[in-house]
């Protein structure tokens, strides 16, 4: 005859206390002890439809699409140029949105505003000039041209230089140039995407931002403050940086530092700082825009122009600037990666591959991007 054991409840709840903290630890300790997510160039490669050269670019931060324009040159001297969405997970073409083969139109992606909204312009030559039109995509998902984007008084002799790379907030702000002779200007202007409304224009009239001079272009979206960066046409010059109110079209610079031509410039709008790159020296600068002070570094293995910094942009879930370095050290490309304070937190190491592209399109939800290489765009974790 078996005997039988009984076992109390109470003893019962202890051992499995016991247990389930034991099943925590261990699951701590996993935790604790899981390696971090890879770091550097991605598997997700986009290659264009029809086998061109990618132009400009931009994906959506907080979703799975991204756009850009193709242009491909034919035998018979025609010119191919398409727009297409893509996947971000896949690399795979979603969606030929428009395509023509003439010698005679082209497409330019300015960009990703507000939430999901694409704005892609198609110019068409004739001979009494350029005929311009902006068309919008929104959400990016539509996968066709849902609209036209029209800012006031806007034609064909206003040319794109410059928009503001802030997804997710309702406001963005645009950089143009009104090339009509001998009056011509940069302007600034701001658009809360969302209700489709246009903040007025804003000329620039100081003599160190004026026509073709091109600077780079960035927007406070705290302050809805332009914030521009420009080394008024001299090669080696310290830049100058101008902040233009776009409420109130109010305008005021300060001297920079660093040399050369700004290449690029992004801005921390928490904590009012700016980055910006100089061609001339191969530095990263940072402002506090408040205080109108700032200091230079160069990047890493930096010595002149050919080390510079091609584009900045900034991660503002992370609070990261991330730089485009084309030829860093050893001869391969690189993004770096910097806080606010101007401290160097990682450098992403693409290798010697070509050096084509240079725009940073950020996913910043998963600390992921995509960079322009040659005729395809490369996936990136950081």
């Known amino acids: 005859m078996k005997s039988k054991h009984i076992v109390c409840p109470q003893f019962l709840s202890a051992i499995a206390v016991v247990l389930l903290g034991c099943f925590f630890a261990t699951q701590n300790l996993a935790a604790q002890t899981s390696p971090a997510p890879t770091k550097g160039p991605g598997k997700i490669v986009v290659r264009p439809q029809f086998g061109g050269q990618i132009g400009l670019y ?4 907080s979703g799975d ?11 018979n001297g025609d010119t191919l140029s398409a727009v297409e969405t893509f996947s ?23 960009g990703v505003v507000g939430n999901s909204t694409a704005i892609v312009l198609h110019e068409h030559a004739t001979n009494s000039g350029v005929v ?14 849902t609209g036209v984007w ?3 008084d806007f034609d064909s002799k206003d040319i794109f230089l ?4 802030n997804q997710g907030f309702t406001n963005a702000a645009f950089f143009f140039l009104d090339n009509i002779y001998p009056g011509a200007t940069n302007f600034a202007f701001s658009e809360d995407v969302a209700k489709n409304s246009f903040g007025k224009q804003y ?11 091109e600077p780079a272009f960035a927007y406070d979206v705290n302050t809805n403050t332009g914030v521009l960066a420009n080394d008024g046409g001299c090669e080696i010059c310290v830049p100058k940086i101008g902040m233009v109110n776009l409420a109130t079209g109010k305008f005021s610079h300060f001297t920079g530092v660093g040399k050369g031509a700004v290449l690029a410039i992004a801005v921390d709008s928490d904590d009012g700082i700016a980055a910006t790159t100089t061609s001339f020296d191969g530095n990263i600068e940072f402002y506090d ?4 002070t700032g200091f230079a570094q160069p990047l890493p293995g930096a010595t002149g122009e050919p080390q510079a910094g091609f584009d900045v942009e900034y991660d503002a879930i992370h609070k990261l600037f991330l730089v485009f370095q084309g030829d860093g050290p050893g001869e391969h490309t690189f993004i770096q990666v910097y806080d606010p304070k101007g401290n160097l937190v990682d450098s992403i190491d693409f290798g010697p591959f070509n050096r084509y592209g240079g725009y940073i399109a950020l996913h910043p939800s998963d600390r992921s991007g995509f960079i322009g290489e040659g005729a395809v765009l490369r996936s990136f974790t950081y």
């Open 289 to 292: 825009l408040k205080a109108r």
């Open 132 to 145: 311009r039109t902006y068309n919008l995509i929104s959400p990016l998902t539509a996968n066709e041209y």
């Open 150 to 152: 029209q800012p006031p």
């Open 58 to 61: 931009d994906i959506d931060a």
């Open 65 to 75: 699409e991204g756009v850009f324009a193709e242009q491909k040159t034919l035998k």
């Open 203 to 213: 000329a620039m009239t100081d003599r160190d931002f004026e026509p073709f001079l």
């Open 162 to 165: 410059g928009v503001s790379r």
């Open 88 to 110: 971000q997970t896949t690399g795979e073409i979603v969606k030929v949105i428009r395509k023509g083969i003439t010698q005679f139109d082209d497409d330019v992606v300015l």
